[in-house]
């Protein structure tokens, strides 16, 4: 089995207070006006994950690269915009429940908004810490390990500063026939 997000219930942040979203098995859509907090709830979604370090193995997955050929790994402003003004320290409060088909069981964990060390860049804005992450057994305080497909921020950039380029994309003509199959899957359709 997969890795499944299930549900995340968040407890507060922003305008947001007792809200519970439990995912679907295939496809969940999130839809709202403007200042709603789709990207909100994207944010959170994907600040429990990480492909930088296999914490079960104790080594690093560095090696490993997207399609695209770029790294996993993102740096969590990219998935959700940080206020220094309003988003402070214990502001964010969510738990989240996952199938990790890493290990193949469920897991539980909680993301809130913690200081950023001395050494930081970016001083002045917190961080999103994992905490109590029920898969881990020494750092309960650690990233459940699995790459992340997520709608960056860059979408919010005007078309014009926006870089294209031609990307080699060989793995993916070599495997055209699980992409169709996985696609046709999700929309539930027949394969084509």
């Given at each position: 089995?997969?890795?499944?997000?299930?549900?995340?219930?968040?407890?507060?942040?922003?305008?947001?207070?007792?809200?519970?979203?439990?995912?679907?098995?295939?496809?969940?859509?999130?839809?709202?006006?403007?200042?709603?907090?789709?990207?909100?709830?994207?944010?959170?979604?994907?600040?429990?994950?990480?492909?930088?370090?296999?914490?079960?193995?104790?080594?690093?997955?560095?090696?490993?690269?997207?399609?695209?050929?770029?790294?996993?790994?993102?740096?969590?402003?990219?998935?959700?915009?940080?206020?220094?003004?309003?988003?402070?320290?214990?502001?964010?409060?969510?738990?989240?429940?996952?199938?990790?088909?890493?290990?193949?069981?469920?897991?539980?964990?909680?993301?809130?908004?913690?200081?950023?060390?001395?050494?930081s860049t970016e001083k002045a804005l917190p961080r999103p810490v994992v905490r109590k992450n029920s898969t881990a057994e020494k750092n309960k305080s650690r990233?459940?390990?699995?790459?992340?497909?997520?709608?960056?921020?860059?979408?919010?950039?005007?078309i014009a500063d926006r870089s294209y380029e031609a990307v080699n994309f060989s793995y993916m003509e070599k495997h055209k026939a699980e992409f169709l199959a996985?696609?046709?899957?999700?929309?539930?359709?027949?394969?084509?």
């Amino acid at each position: 089995m997969h890795t499944k997000l299930q549900k995340i219930v968040i407890k507060k942040f922003r305008a947001l207070s007792g809200v519970e979203i439990e995912f679907g098995d295939y496809i969940t859509v999130i839809c709202g006006k403007n200042g709603a907090a789709k990207s909100s709830i994207l944010g959170i979604a994907t600040q429990i994950f990480s492909f930088d370090e296999d914490y079960v193995n104790n080594n690093y997955l560095s090696d490993f690269k997207q399609i695209n050929g770029q790294d996993f790994k993102s740096k969590y402003s990219e998935h959700m915009r940080i206020s220094a003004e309003f988003d402070k320290p214990g502001s964010l409060l969510a738990s989240i429940n996952i199938h990790d088909g890493y290990l193949e069981k469920a897991a539980t964990a909680e993301l809130e908004f913690a200081t950023r060390n001395s050494l930081s860049t970016e001083k002045a804005l917190p961080r999103p810490v994992v905490r109590k992450n029920s898969t881990a057994e020494k750092n309960k305080s650690r990233n459940f390990t699995h790459p992340v497909i997520f709608l960056s921020l860059k979408r919010l950039f005007p078309i014009a500063d926006r870089s294209y380029e031609a990307v080699n994309f060989s793995y993916m003509e070599k495997h055209k026939a699980e992409f169709l199959a996985l696609s046709n899957k999700v929309l539930n359709r027949g394969s084509t």
